[in-house]
C-alpha cells in the first residue's frame, strides 16, 4: 500500500523541482529549451512576491512528481482562475494515483480562492495525459488558438513602447 501526498513545495525542494522539469522536457522532447536554475527556482517560486507556486507529490515521503500554478483572470467572470503549468509524475509512479492526488490538490486550491476556472494545456501527440484529463471530466478547448511572445520578441516589443 502506498502513502501519497501532496504538500506544498518550499525552497528546500528546488534542485528537486529542476530535476522534474528536466525530465518533463525530456519526455517533450525539448530538453534544449530548460534554462531555468535552482537559484532561478528559488527567486521565482520562493520569494515574498512570487506569482507562481508549486505542490510536490511524494510516496512514502520520496518527492515522485510536481505540480506548478499561478493565477489568471477572467474578466467576464470577475473572478480568478487557476493556471496549471506544468505537472509531472515519474514513470516509476505512474498509475500509483499520484496525477490525480495533485489534481485533487489543485482542485481544492482553486475552490477555496474561488477560482471560476481550473485550466491547463496539453500537447496533441501526448494521448495518454488527453485520456487521465477526459477521465477527470475535463473538456478539450475548440475555438481557443494560444499564441506566445518569447522573451526577445517581450523585449523588442517593449523598446516600440519608449
Given at each position: 500500500m502506498t502513502d501519497i501526498t501532496v504538500r506544498p513545495a518550499t525552497p528546500d525542494d528546488a534542485t528537486t523541482i529542476l530535476q522534474f522539469i528536466t525530465e518533463l522536457a525530456i519526455f517533450e522532447k525539448a530538453e534544449?529549451?530548460?534554462l531555468t536554475s535552482v537559484e532561478?527556482?528559488?527567486q521565482t517560486l520562493f520569494s515574498t512576491d512570487a506569482k507562481a507556486h508549486a505542490l510536490i507529490c511524494e510516496n512514502d515521503g520520496k518527492a515522485i512528481g510536481f505540480a506548478v500554478y499561478f493565477y489568471n483572470y477572467?474578466?467576464?467572470q470577475g473572478k480568478y482562475g487557476l493556471y496549471l503549468e506544468d505537472l509531472?509524475?515519474?514513470p516509476d509512479a505512474r498509475r500509483s494515483g499520484a496525477g490525480k492526488a495533485l489534481f485533487k490538490a489543485l482542485a481544492k486550491i482553486a475552490a477555496a480562492n474561488n477560482c471560476g476556472r481550473f485550466e491547463?494545456?496539453?500537447l496533441d501527440w501526448n494521448t495518454p495525459a488527453i485520456k487521465f484529463y477526459q477521465a477527470l471530466g475535463a473538456q478539450a478547448k475548440t475555438e481557443w488558438i494560444g499564441?506566445?511572445?518569447t522573451e526577445p520578441?517581450?523585449?523588442a516589443l517593449a523598446a516600440q513602447a519608449e
Open positions: 534544449h529549451e530548460v532561478l527556482i528559488q477572467s474578466t467576464w509531472y509524475v515519474a491547463w494545456s496539453v499564441y506566445r511572445l520578441q517581450i523585449v
